[in-house]
């Protein structure tokens, strides 16, 4: 890692794969997780928090192998302040080339609430967690949270607590999104000037983007002295998400020179990797979202197409290149081969093996069957329903719909639960209402559907169509999504997927994957 006393470099930090996973509904599979940190080490992030170790058995396995598989990055895990915590998180990182303990407390007056204790009960409690924290690894971070509505006198006091018990990284979270930049600044410069040995570690800012200020409030803290930025791929996270890495990294890029600060990150990696994420979390990109948008770098209005025609520099700040998008628009189509495949996906950031190609090529192909043309956008499309695992309890095997002015409307489908076929005809108010009815009618749960969304990938009538399903059962959420020429077929899909999702967050909270229950009603 490069070296962290120089000035004017900026430490990214990403949690995508801990607060980020934390967006209701975003949960990944242990070989996402994988994947996404292969990319994050790849790209050049200088820390990962690969997980919260103590949360699941899941969570440890993933922090575990993540750590194991580290080339570059600092691996980090997440530990409450408390003994057991520490010690599970230093037994799923101990093993990176180089491991990190992350352990937090709620300071403001709030957070103290919840766990009752007093002003000298806290403190005494961070001096024992942080020094057992220590005791086990060299390198160790600790967050005060809600530290913008803690008093700013009791922030002094625990950051220098903090330190003398051996943290080498101080993180100030605004853990509700609540600070404005000049407030994030301020604070990063009062506490570099009345704690002692505060000029001696790394201060790292935190922000959530309630009011949507996240990134502001980052590269305001790091005008005033943080070095270290805490952000998610996409702006992922609790409720409004976070600091987005691809601002933060763009940000200090182009405005280098009233932000003269360096970061590690291979920008030309960022479209990659913030299609993955999209893909795996099930959470899709808004069109308008910056740097990463599908629309950051378009152009309809006549006078703004003439400027760029004319001088791309004209209503553009950065280059499509400078964030991995090709200018290639080669179209695909059903006589392309495989090869020519291939080196699309590999352009548009999709490394396939040989029997993954195989699976993604027939599915090409009955797409190129249906559509005149393939465009990239929906290859990427069909990539993520490609990451569909071989593993799903529940599978879409056949449907067929009636659907008209003359209801009821008439559904027909096979699913392949665990190996096994059921089919069901039901009816219901639409196709689609028809349709998830049957998947209901062979699997039975109490999952509430939260959300139901479908809009075209590429325009044209025999465009593609991509659903988004989120669903909510015992307070577990997850997100679902396919694409396909029938919107129908795509809605199922995302539904399905959906609901394998839930099977593995069920799992997670203790009930046996393999005891789904299903109705014979073939």
Request: hydrophobic share 40%; aromatic share 4%; charged share 25%.
């Amino acid at each position: 890692m490069t070296d962290i006393s120089k000035q004017d470099r900026v430490l990214i930090f990403d949690t995508t794969l801990r607060d980020g996973e934390q967006s209701p509904g975003a949960t990944m599979t242990h070989a996402e997780k994988l994947e996404i940190a292969g990319l994050l080490d790849e790209m050049g992030v200088d820390i990962i928090e690969a997980g919260f170790p103590i949360a699941s058995e899941g969570d440890f396995n993933a922090v575990s192998e993540i750590a194991r598989l580290s080339k570059n990055s600092v691996i980090c895990g997440l530990a409450r302040a408390q003994f057991g915590d520490i010690d599970r998180c230093w037994e799923a990182v101990k093993h990176a080339p180089q491991p990190r303990i992350h352990t937090f407390i709620g300071t403001s007056p709030l957070h103290r609430a919840i766990p009752n204790l007093t002003m000298d009960e806290m403190a005494d409690r961070i001096h024992e967690t942080v020094t057992h924290a220590r005791n086990l690894c060299d390198n160790v971070q600790w967050s005060p949270m809600d530290a913008t509505r803690t008093e700013l006198d009791y922030l002094y006091r625990v950051v220098e607590i903090a330190i003398k018990a051996g943290a080498t990284t101080i993180n100030i979270p605004d853990t509700v999104g609540y600070t404005a930049p000049r407030e994030s600044a301020d604070l990063i410069a009062k506490l570099l000037e009345n704690v002692p040995g505060a000029d001696e570690i790394i201060f790292a800012t935190h922000c959530h983007n309630d009011l949507g200020m996240a990134t502001a409030n980052s590269l305001a803290a790091v005008e005033a002295g943080a070095r270290q930025i805490e952000c998610t791929i996409n702006g992922l996270g609790e409720r409004a998400g976070n600091t987005a890495l691809e601002e933060v990294v763009m940000a200090l890029k182009v405005r280098n020179d009233i932000m003269p600060f360096q970061t590690g990150i291979d920008s030309t990696k960022i479209m990659n990797i913030s299609r993955r994420v999209a893909a795996v979390s099930g959470f899709a990109v808004q069109f308008n979202k910056a740097i990463v948008g599908k629309n950051a770098f378009a152009h309809e209005s006549g006078i703004h197409q003439d400027g760029m025609l004319k001088n791309a520099e004209t209503f553009e700040i950065m280059r499509p290149e400078d964030v991995g998008l090709t200018e290639t628009n080669i179209v695909m189509g059903k006589h392309s081969g495989r090869a020519a495949l291939r080196s699309k996906l590999e352009n548009l950031g999709f490394e396939l093996g040989d029997n993954q190609l195989k699976d993604v090529f027939v599915r090409f192909k009955e797409l190129a069957d249906r559509k005149k043309e393939v465009y990239d956008d929906d290859l990427i499309a069909l990539m993520r329903t490609a990451t569909d695992s071989e593993a799903d309890q529940i599978k879409l095997k056949s449907m067929h719909v009636i659907c008209g002015t003359e209801g009821p409307n008439q559904a027909r489908m096979v699913l392949d639960v665990d190996g096994e076929e059921h089919s069901t005809e039901q009816t219901g108010d639409g196709p689609v209402d028809a349709a998830f009815n049957c998947v209901k009618a062979i699997v039975p749960h109490d999952a509430r559907l939260q959300l139901y969304q479908v809009h075209a990938v590429t325009e044209g009538t025999d465009a593609q169509a991509t659903v988004s399903v989120r669903m909510e059962e015992d307070g577990r959420i997850v997100t679902g999504q396919s694409a396909d020429t029938d919107t129908v077929v795509a809605s199922v899909r995302a539904y399905v997927h959906a609901l394998n999702r839930l099977l593995v967050r069920r799992e997670k909270g203790g009930t046996d994957k393999r005891e789904v229950s299903y109705k014979d009603v073939s």
